[in-house]
């Protein structure tokens, strides 16, 4: 079995072979080909959006997905949620000596496929081999461009009184599925990632105009952080009603397992919206009308205050309060 | 103290067995249990079934569970037993 | 879920506390001894349905909370000696010893491995001989069996590299230590279901009948709750002292014999530190001496009593919290120096822990 060497990030003829060979045919993009040290293009007119961000998954391959088609979501879905369009991404590899190249080519042609389904290309790429030990078998980092319509103006500060949050679909998938694969905790089968990019899922509510207020995707820290960072750039409440909340049922029983709140569990492929009340049911309908938002649901609202918090209404009447989570969320017994 | 969950044994082999819930599969084991037979709901916790869940037992809680959602409604009165 | 969804049933909830209101006519202390009722509670906003009369104080039913600094001390030594991989629930990873925590230590780049079953552990060792998998084991008479059961298969395979540092704890003398405080102010327990599961009602019947203290073993979802609530408030209102079972769907009046011997069979009982409480007599489990092998303490030779004495953190109110003394927020540690980011007690360490429960839900 072939594996990258050393040799294949030292700048020379296997580094050349292992762009020609691995990176250009999938990633089809005449940026790339081009072999220039930048990639050159004419901005569409509007405001850009811009963002970045490092994958490290452990594992690479994951029920669901794999490092590349999430590191293309990830990035493609922070444009999202910053109401833009995205429109282009770039893509840096460090690969720890040793990775099969069959690995590699199984994620770069993810990573691909990914691209063109969220309607973005790869224009700026860079490869680095470390030695074996100095990083995990595969590190990505993209950034992205992309472009805000007009009459598009989406923060997490323009949450109001009233509000209506919505979520696009179930909740924890993607969390749960890694913590049971990297942890090899016996479970079979049922627990698979959400990666997916959300753009078109997004774009489906540019429509409602100034009566879009917040998106974001509940990424690391789970719907908890998210709406925890909302609320407190916003200076409101926001109030979840626990039963409203879509999650799928083997991911409630792992959560239940493993002693996780399903709303502090990372997503890959789910965004929440905060609208104007007069809006929600067009919003809703918008999502629901999408393959990635048939399981859409309004989840709760904003409320005036206390600033910052956000509370849990069960199906008994009672509240309480959801925090963000401290940290890496791990199997528990008690 | 302890998170266990009630989980349906679908395969036995050994002190192995193969649970689910709601959709959800897991392999355990039983050495915890003299007779585990596909069908059985078991407690599970740490990856061990610590029990079978007794379901006439459950059903009788549910019943007196009942009780009290009726009284709600109706507003009499339900002694707890036991 | 089958068997967890119908009891969350919410005009249940509805009817239980209306009945719980109706009966009690003064006011009483409730301690739930559990840790997972701690969060049960907190999670479906129990103390919301109760009547002011009603109160709801945590008692040291975590066993994360309560593993004394030293003994994880000696587990975080163990990971100095070469080849060792410190395997452990996930539990325990952010829990502080006197020095630094499992978290800590695999930052400075042990090797750790969180676990959620301890047979996870033994399987490690089976793939990789090259190793030492020591094994904290922690947990209640429910998680001991189960211990005991992978520890049994390590033999039977045959695992050489393969041992357990046990920390384990009793539940019935900790409550014979409470029963018999004479600080003690608390009308009733709520018992811990999955502890009963494998020990039965009989540990528990000394504290009806020679301390006069109404007790019941309740579940875990929140209609459990509530009606073990009832069972209690029924026996105080009615001024007797009896112990309900309402959990007889998985605990049987005789528990679980074949867990027990096999608890029984690899353990037996030692004198123990509880964080924050203080030597228990019997409270502990070691391994027996046939055991050795694949005993960490024998094992790697630890110095053990000098891990015993590694004192408790200063001005920590946490023994008198878990007796059920103090409130979190009498503790002049709460929210400032000890935090959920940065525990410095047992209580706040685990999630399910009183102080990191108030903390979180904000509660008081």
């Given at each position: 079995?072939?594996?990258?060497?050393?040799?294949?990030?030292?700048?020379?003829?296997?580094?050349?072979?292992?762009?020609?060979?691995?990176?250009?045919?999938?990633?089809?993009?005449?940026?790339?080909?081009?072999?220039?040290?930048?990639?050159?293009?004419?901005?569409?007119?509007?405001?850009?959006?811009?963002?970045?961000?490092?994958?490290?998954?452990?594992?690479?391959?994951?029920?669901?997905?794999?490092?590349?088609?999430?590191?293309?979501?990830?990035?493609?879905?922070?444009?999202?949620?910053?109401?833009?369009?995205?429109?282009?991404?770039?893509?840096?590899?460090?690969?720890?000596?040793?990775?099969?190249?069959?690995?590699?080519?199984?994620?770069?042609?993810?990573?691909?496929?990914?691209?063109?389904?969220?309607?973005?290309?790869?224009?700026?790429?860079?490869?680095?081999?470390?030695?074996?030990?100095?990083?995990?078998?595969?590190?990505?980092?993209?950034?992205?461009?992309?472009?805000?319509?007009?009459?598009?103006?989406?923060?997490?500060?323009?949450?109001?009184?009233?509000?209506?949050?919505?979520?696009?679909?179930?909740?924890?998938?993607?969390?749960?599925?890694?913590?049971?694969?990297?942890e090899n905790l016996g479970?079979?089968?049922?627990?698979?990632?959400?990666?997916?990019?959300?753009?078109?899922?997004?774009?489906?509510?540019?429509?409602?105009?100034?009566?879009?207020?917040?998106?974001?995707?509940?990424?690391?820290?789970?719907?908890?952080?998210?709406?925890?960072?909302?609320?407190?750039?916003?200076?409101?409440?926001?109030?979840?009603?626990?039963?409203?909340?879509?999650?799928?049922?083997?991911?409630?029983?792992?959560?239940?397992?493993l002693g996780?709140?399903?709303?502090?569990?990372?997503?890959?492929?789910?965004?929440?919206?905060?609208?104007?009340?007069?809006?929600?049911?067009?919003?809703?309908?918008?999502?629901?009308?999408?393959?990635?938002?048939?399981?859409?649901?309004?989840?709760?609202?904003?409320?005036?205050?206390?600033?910052?918090?956000?509370?849990?209404?069960?199906?008994?009447?009672?509240?309480?309060?959801?925090?963000?989570?401290?940290?890496?969320?791990l199997p528990r017994i008690c | 103290m302890c998170l266990a969950?009630?989980?349906?044994?679908?395969?036995?082999?050994?002190?192995?067995?193969?649970?689910?819930?709601?959709?959800?599969?897991?392999?355990?084991r039983?050495d915890l249990?003299?007779?585990?037979?596909?069908?059985?709901?078991?407690?599970?916790h740490a990856g061990y079934?610590i029990?079978?869940?007794?379901?006439?037992?459950?059903?009788?809680?549910?019943?007196?569970?009942?009780?009290?959602?009726?009284?709600?409604?109706?507003?009499?009165?339900?002694?707890?037993?036991? | 879920?089958?068997?967890?969804?119908?009891?969350?049933?919410?005009?249940?909830?509805?009817?239980?506390?209306?009945?719980?209101?109706?009966?009690?006519?003064?006011?009483?202390?409730?301690?739930?001894?559990?840790g997972t009722?701690?969060?049960?509670?907190?999670?479906?906003?129990?103390?919301?349905?109760?009547?002011?009369?009603?109160?709801?104080?945590?008692?040291p039913g975590c066993p994360v909370c309560v593993t004394a600094q030293g003994e994880i001390d000696a587990f975080l030594a163990l990971g100095e000696c070469p080849g060792v991989v410190l395997a452990s629930f996930g539990d325990m990873l952010r829990v502080p010893g006197s020095t630094g925590s499992l978290e800590t230590l695999k930052a400075r780049g042990t090797e750790t491995r969180v676990v959620y079953s301890p047979m996870d552990a033994v399987r490690l060792a089976a793939a990789s001989p090259e190793k030492e998998v020591v094994f904290f084991g922690i947990g209640f008479e429910t998680t001991v069996p189960t211990v005991a059961a992978a520890l049994l298969e390590a033999c039977r395979l045959g695992l050489r590299n393969f041992s357990v540092l046990s920390a384990h704890k009793r539940v019935p003398p900790a409550?014979?230590?409470?029963?018999?405080?004479?600080?003690?102010?608390?009308?009733?327990?709520?018992?811990p279901?999955h502890v009963?599961?494998i020990l039965?009602?009989?540990?528990?019947?000394?504290?009806?009948?020679?301390?006069?203290?109404?007790?019941?073993?309740?579940?875990?979802?929140?209609?459990?709750?509530?009606?073990?609530?009832?069972?209690?408030?029924?026996?105080?209102?009615?001024?007797?002292?009896?112990?309900?079972?309402?959990?007889?769907?998985?605990?049987?009046?005789?528990?679980?014999?074949?867990a027990r011997a096999l608890m029984e069979r690899v353990f037996t009982p030692t004198d123990a530190v509880w964080r924050g409480i203080g030597p228990i007599a019997a409270s502990g489990l070691a391994l027996r001496p046939e055991f050795a092998p694949w005993d960490a303490r024998q094992k790697f030779a630890l110095d053990w009593d000098r891990f015993a004495n590694v004192p408790e953190p200063?001005?920590?109110?946490c023994?008198?919290?878990l007796?059920?003394?103090?409130?979190?927020?009498?503790?002049?540690?709460?929210?400032?120096?000890?935090?959920?980011?940065?525990p410095i007690g047992p209580c706040m360490v685990s999630s399910e822990g009183?102080?990191?429960?108030?903390?979180?839900?904000?509660?008081?």
């Amino acid at each position: 079995m072939s594996v990258v060497l050393l040799a294949h990030g030292g700048g020379g003829r296997l580094m050349a072979d292992l762009i020609r060979e691995v990176f250009l045919p999938r990633l089809e993009s005449p940026e790339l080909a081009r072999a220039d040290d930048s990639a050159l293009f004419t901005p569409p007119p509007g405001r850009l959006a811009f963002t970045t961000d490092a994958f490290v998954v452990d594992p690479i391959l994951f029920p669901g997905g794999d490092i590349g088609r999430l590191a293309v979501c990830g990035t493609v879905n922070d444009l999202a949620a910053g109401g833009a369009v995205p429109l282009y991404l770039s893509a840096a590899f460090v690969i720890e000596e040793g990775l099969p190249l069959e690995v590699l080519s199984t994620i770069v042609d993810s990573l691909a496929a990914t691209a063109r389904e969220a309607g973005v290309r790869v224009v700026a790429g860079d490869t680095k081999v470390v030695p074996h030990g100095k990083a995990d078998q595969l590190f990505i980092t993209t950034a992205g461009v992309g472009c805000v319509p007009e009459g598009v103006s989406v923060s997490g500060h323009h949450a109001r009184p009233g509000d209506v949050v919505l979520c696009s679909g179930a909740l924890g998938d993607h969390g749960m599925a890694i913590m049971v694969a990297r942890e090899n905790l016996g479970f079979v089968g049922h627990l698979e990632s959400d990666v997916a990019p959300l753009n078109d899922l997004t774009a489906a509510l540019h429509s409602l105009g100034p009566d879009l207020h917040v998106l974001r995707d509940p990424t690391r820290g789970g719907a908890a952080a998210a709406l925890n960072e909302i609320a407190a750039q916003s200076g409101v409440a926001i109030q979840l009603h626990e039963e409203a909340v879509p999650i799928h049922a083997p991911v409630r029983v792992a959560c239940e397992l493993l002693g996780t709140d399903p709303l502090t569990v990372a997503n890959e492929g789910k965004m929440l919206a905060v609208v104007a009340p007069e809006a929600a049911d067009a919003a809703l309908a918008a999502w629901r009308d999408h393959p990635l938002g048939r399981e859409a649901a309004v989840i709760g609202e904003v409320l005036e205050g206390p600033a910052g918090r956000v509370q849990v209404r069960t199906a008994f009447g009672t509240t309480r309060i959801l925090d963000r989570p401290l940290g890496e969320q791990l199997p528990r017994i008690c | 103290m302890c998170l266990a969950v009630p989980m349906q044994v679908k395969r036995v082999e050994g002190h192995d067995a193969v649970v689910e819930q709601a959709g959800a599969a897991l392999n355990i084991r039983t050495d915890l249990l003299d007779e585990v037979a596909a069908g059985d709901y078991v407690l599970v916790h740490a990856g061990y079934a610590i029990q079978r869940v007794d379901e006439d037992e459950a059903r009788e809680t549910l019943a007196l569970l009942r009780m009290f959602g009726i009284d709600t409604q109706t507003g009499q009165t339900t002694d707890a037993t036991g | 879920m089958r068997l967890v969804d119908e009891f969350r049933d919410a005009e249940a909830v509805a009817g239980l506390r209306e009945a719980i209101a109706r009966r009690l006519s003064r006011p009483a202390k409730i301690m739930e001894v559990c840790g997972t009722h701690t969060m049960a509670i907190a999670r479906a906003g129990v103390r919301q349905l109760l009547p002011p009369t009603v109160s709801l104080i945590s008692g040291p039913g975590c066993p994360v909370c309560v593993t004394a600094q030293g003994e994880i001390d000696a587990f975080l030594a163990l990971g100095e000696c070469p080849g060792v991989v410190l395997a452990s629930f996930g539990d325990m990873l952010r829990v502080p010893g006197s020095t630094g925590s499992l978290e800590t230590l695999k930052a400075r780049g042990t090797e750790t491995r969180v676990v959620y079953s301890p047979m996870d552990a033994v399987r490690l060792a089976a793939a990789s001989p090259e190793k030492e998998v020591v094994f904290f084991g922690i947990g209640f008479e429910t998680t001991v069996p189960t211990v005991a059961a992978a520890l049994l298969e390590a033999c039977r395979l045959g695992l050489r590299n393969f041992s357990v540092l046990s920390a384990h704890k009793r539940v019935p003398p900790a409550l014979a230590a409470l029963a018999t405080d004479p600080e003690l102010a608390v009308d009733g327990f709520l018992l811990p279901g999955h502890v009963s599961v494998i020990l039965g009602l009989e540990p528990y019947r000394f504290l009806a009948e020679q301390h006069q203290i109404p007790c019941a073993i309740a579940g875990f979802e929140v209609t459990d709750i509530l009606e073990g609530i009832l069972h209690l408030v029924t026996q105080i209102a009615d001024g007797r002292a009896a112990l309900a079972n309402q959990y007889p769907r998985v605990v049987r009046p005789e528990g679980n014999p074949t867990a027990r011997a096999l608890m029984e069979r690899v353990f037996t009982p030692t004198d123990a530190v509880w964080r924050g409480i203080g030597p228990i007599a019997a409270s502990g489990l070691a391994l027996r001496p046939e055991f050795a092998p694949w005993d960490a303490r024998q094992k790697f030779a630890l110095d053990w009593d000098r891990f015993a004495n590694v004192p408790e953190p200063p001005a920590c109110r946490c023994g008198d919290i878990l007796k059920g003394i103090a409130s979190p927020h009498d503790c002049p540690l709460f929210g400032r120096g000890c935090t959920p980011a940065r525990p410095i007690g047992p209580c706040m360490v685990s999630s399910e822990g009183t102080c990191a429960a108030y903390y979180r839900y904000q509660i008081g």
